[in-house]
């Protein structure tokens, strides 16, 4: 787990630099590919728009959900530009954690002053 919250680390600062750089204001989409640009030119794995398939009961279920970013099998990243994070959306990670059986979840909300104001760490 310790590798696991370094990289969390590295992936927050990333997204504090693209904050800085652009504010709050702006459409998710626009963040996410610069997130990607940045996760690009550091050399972060991540997989963007990753869509995760379900079983239910006997059926399979391909397009279950799509999560914003997967960080190197090891995290999902969801990004929000809201005027604040809801228990649905905490509620919704931990879901899509449970589903993939990935232990670390971040929602990063952009529309925000100050940017750690708008992280939350989920953890299954």
């Given at each position: 787990?310790?590798?696991?919250?370094?990289?969390?680390?590295?992936?927050?600062?990333?997204?504090?630099?693209?904050?800085?750089?652009?504010?709050?204001?702006?459409?998710?989409?626009?963040?996410?590919?610069?997130?990607?640009y940045?996760?690009?030119?550091?050399?972060?794995?991540?997989?963007?728009?990753?869509?995760?398939?379900?079983?239910?009961k006997?059926?399979?279920?391909?397009?279950?959900?799509?999560?914003?970013?997967?960080?190197?099998?090891?995290?999902?990243?969801?990004?929000?530009?809201?005027?604040?994070?809801l228990?649905?959306?905490?509620?919704?990670?931990?879901?899509?954690?449970?589903?993939?059986?990935?232990?670390?979840?971040?929602?990063?909300?952009?529309?925000?002053?100050?940017?750690?104001?708008?992280?939350?760490?989920?953890?299954?």
């Amino acid at each position: 787990m310790k590798e696991v919250n370094k990289l969390s680390n590295k992936v927050i600062g990333i997204a504090i630099d693209v904050h800085r750089n652009l504010g709050p204001g702006l459409l998710e989409s626009v963040y996410k590919q610069c997130l990607a640009y940045e996760f690009f030119s550091v050399g972060i794995e991540y997989e963007m728009e990753k869509v995760i398939p379900i079983k239910y009961k006997k059926v399979n279920i391909d397009c279950a959900f799509r999560a914003d970013f997967i960080i190197e099998n090891n995290i999902i990243l969801e990004l929000k530009t809201v005027d604040r994070i809801l228990p649905i959306h905490k509620a919704q990670l931990l879901t899509y954690l449970k589903l993939t059986s990935i232990k670390l979840g971040i929602i990063i909300n952009f529309n925000v002053k100050l940017l750690k104001n708008g992280i939350k760490r989920v953890i299954l």
